[in-house]
């Protein structure tokens, strides 16, 4: 448990840099990349699929 406001802040982004850069995205077609590095490289799109094409990054 934290002691103070300052160790709770740090415990929070170290969690966040984790989640969001270390471990790999769970959805579909991620490959193993890390959230973060999803959303710089964009979600590739699959021509004559089912429809549903995912949005591409801008």
């Known amino acids: 448990m934290a ?3 300052v160790e ?3 415990d929070i982004e170290g ?3 984790h989640y969001n850069h270390e ?3 769970q959805g ?3 490959n193993g990349r ?3 590095q ?3 490289e964009g979600i590739p799109t699959i021509k004559g699929g ?3 094409e995912p949005m591409e990054a801008a």
């Open 8 to 10: 709770m802040q740090t």
């Open 23 to 25: 471990r790999p995205h």
């Open 34 to 36: 890390a959230p973060c």
């Open 50 to 52: 089912s429809g549903e």
């Open 15 to 17: 969690y966040f840099h």
């Open 38 to 40: 999803v959303l710089l």
């Open 3 to 5: 002691e103070s406001v």
């Open 28 to 30: 579909r077609g991620m």
